[in-house]
């Protein structure tokens, strides 16, 4: 009876040594240094309960998950075994999302095209004004010099002189005018369209700016945190509104 | 505003600086001097009479004086008191001559034929002329 009630003392003693060992292990801890890139705005959710940002953590060790996360980067979701008493250095570098990368490209695209549409008109419209003035000035030269050639006509007595005003230079005269007519039609008319198209595209642009960039990752990344609690888990749910816009 | 008032201004003094060609060339024929006047005439006959001149060994000498006038008054305003000339062709013989005003600024000129053909018309042709070229040319004739 002694000798079973030796075994079963030892049982209970060795189980408890197992026990009180595996108590021991459960509360050993380890240290993970992040080196996090971008830095400064990167977060992360550890094990899909807490949201942070430390850059040093002391934790239980063993398995951990982590969901790293920046603006403009795409989500991380990762598993770091911390060990017992050790440091685990881990660097992170977050990748530029794919919403993100085909929105900058899109944007720069719309920003060249904006420029061209936001400078374009009005450097042909100042050049269109300065052709109107100089069509204006030619225009009006070529009204006086057919006008002077007419006075010619009326005033000269050199009948040789005469009829080279009549055969050759009045025709060319008349000629000259039309021309400088329809230059000073063609630069009035592209003046128009040009300042017409300013007005019009810088209207336009006011209203029609580039959307700014929708963070889907982000919704992703804030939008659901399961949380166990002791009466139960809950899903944490936010919403972000940008109200810089 | 300000700035949208200024291209529309721009585009006001463009469209008021279009001018208008009302210049018909072939409508231009009001000029004496011209080869295509259509006017009226221009010359007109004063007289003609027989002068004889007396030339040191050689005698005397009867020749046609054939007077007539310029018009000036047909002139354009423009034209008033600009020197010119007369181109006279004898149509019976072909000889031609430019000819000055009989006295300065006057609009009288004389012909002086070698012949003197009494009874018979003598024909002049006609045309107001400078720097060796003729206007449109017209026809007199008389009969001494």
């Known amino acids: 009876m002694s000798r079973i009630s030796g075994i079963v003392g030892l049982t209970l003693g060795c189980v408890l040594m197992v026990f009180s060992t595996m108590d021991l292990r459960a509360q050993s801890t380890g240290r993970i240094l992040f080196d996090l890139s971008p830095a400064g705005t990167t977060s992360y959710v550890l094990d899909g309960k807490y949201r942070m940002s430390d850059r040093q953590l002391e934790l239980m060790e063993g398995p951990h998950r982590f969901v790293f996360w920046a603006p403009e980067r795409r989500m991380l979701d990762t598993t770091i075994v911390v060990l017992g008493g050790g440091q685990v250095d881990v660097r992170i570098e977050l990748r530029y999302s794919e919403e993100y990368i085909a929105w900058r490209r899109s944007a720069e695209r719309a920003n060249v095209r904006n420029a061209w549409l936001r400078y374009a008109p009005p450097v042909i419209m100042a050049g269109s004004a300065v052709m109107v003035v100089l069509s204006v000035m030619k225009h009006e030269q070529a009204f006086k010099d057919l006008n002077a050639l007419t006075g010619e006509y009326r005033s000269s007595v050199d009948p040789a002189r005469i009829t080279a005003i009549k055969r050759e230079e009045l025709p060319d005269a008349k000629s000259t005018l039309a021309k400088t007519r329809t230059g000073l039609i063609a630069s009035g008319s592209v003046f128009a369209l040009s300042t017409a198209a300013t007005f019009y595209l810088r209207h336009r642009a006011r209203a029609d700016a580039t959307a700014p960039f929708e963070d889907k990752e982000r919704v992703r990344f804030e939008g659901l945190v399961y949380a166990p609690l002791p009466q139960g888990a809950v899903w944490g749910a936010s919403l972000s509104i940008p109200l810089a816009r | ?144």
Do not use: H, W
Request: aromatic content about 10%; glycine content about 6%; some cysteine.
């Open chain 2, 1 to 144: 505003m300000k700035y949208n008032l200024l291209p529309m201004v721009l585009m006001v003094v463009a469209l008021l600086a279009c001018r208008k060609d009302d210049v018909v060339i072939d409508q231009l024929t009001n000029n004496p001097f011209d080869v295509d006047y259509t006017g009226a005439s221009v010359f007109e006959v004063v007289d003609t009479y027989m002068v004889t001149e007396n030339i040191p060994g050689v005698g005397a000498i009867s020749r046609q004086a054939i007077r007539f006038r310029v018009r000036s008054d047909r002139f354009l305003p423009e034209q008033s008191g600009l020197p010119y000339q007369v181109f006279v062709r004898e149509i019976a013989s072909g000889g031609a001559v430019y000819l000055d005003p009989s006295a300065p600024g006057s609009d009288v000129f004389i012909f002086l034929r070698n012949q003197v053909s009494p009874g018979i018309p003598v024909c002049l042709e006609l045309a107001l002329a400078n720097n060796f070229s003729s206007a449109r040319p017209e026809t007199i004739c008389v009969t001494l």
